[in-house]
T-cell receptor
Framework: DTGVSQNPRHKITKRGQNVTFRCDPISEHNRLYWYRQTLGQGPEFLTYFQNEAQLEKSRLLSDRFSAERPKGSFSTLEIQRTEQGDSAMYLC??????????????FGSGTRLTVV | QQPVQSPQAVILREGEDAVINCSSSKALYSVHWYRQKHGEAPVFLMILLKGGEQKGHEKISASFNEKKQQSSLYLTASQLSYSGTYFCGTEMENNDMRFGAGTRLTVKP
């Protein structure tokens, strides 16, 4: 078990460009979450998958953001036409859950996005 | 929907105790507590499920009052390693979790 892996660790992009981040969760975890965190704030919920199904999506997520989790394994988060306000740390977390089970989240180290 | 944490920051001397509070306006399924050190990812401390319970982990324990939708994290005999930002996460029945703004804890020698 190597934990939750996120790539890349850092991404600098020009405003208007598209970016894609990848998250590899702990293999036996069926739930996967994306959060965004800015300096001095708590993680802000973006979206959540149970296996391959995207069950919740924040209303804060504009149509420029999309996430996928094909086959319930790794997940990607894409931001189209990036804006400077998208600059943040993007955190992925995974957990076991469902059927009355509920466990804590394991977070990845995050992808730090800087839009210039 | 974001839970409210208090205090925003606390400074302790080694060996002192602290309490961090978390409250929600929504009915909760569970409350999570995490600690994040500067430049690192949040690390899971404990989860409390509805039904009202108290959990402990060495000198860190927590309680969850389901009726009041409140949770408290208790740190006793604090150590330097306890420094960091503590977040509560409140989870509702639909399993999405919202985090508070955090409580920055500084433990000084």
């Amino acid at each position: 078990d190597t934990g939750v892996s996120q790539n890349p660790r850092h991404k600098i992009t020009k405003r208007g460009q598209n970016v894609t981040f990848r998250c590899d969760p702990i293999s036996e975890h069926n739930r996967l979450y994306w959060y965004r965190q800015t300096l001095g704030q708590g993680p802000e919920f973006l979206t959540y998958f149970q296996n391959e199904a995207q069950l919740e999506k924040s209303r804060l997520l504009s149509d420029r953001f999309s996430a996928e989790r094909p086959k319930g394994s790794f997940s990607t988060l894409e931001i189209q036409r990036t804006e400077q306000g998208d600059s943040a740390m993007y955190l992925c977390a995974s957990s076991l859950g469902g059927g009355g089970l509920n466990y804590g989240y394991t977070f990845g180290s995050g992808t730090r996005l800087t839009v210039v | 929907q974001q839970p409210v944490q208090s205090p925003q920051a606390v400074i302790l001397r080694e060996g002192e105790d602290a309490v961090i509070n978390c409250s929600s306006s929504k009915a909760l399924y569970s409350v999570h507590w995490y600690r994040q050190k500067h430049g690192e990812a949040p690390v899971f401390l404990m989860i409390l499920l509805k039904g009202g319970e108290q959990k402990g982990h060495e000198k860190i324990s927590a309680s969850f009052n389901e009726k009041k939708q409140q949770s408290s994290l208790y740190l006793t005999a604090s150590q330097l390693s306890y420094s960091g930002t503590y977040f509560c996460g409140t989870e509702m029945e639909n399993n999405d979790m919202r985090f508070g703004a955090g409580t920055r804890l500084t433990v000084k020698p």
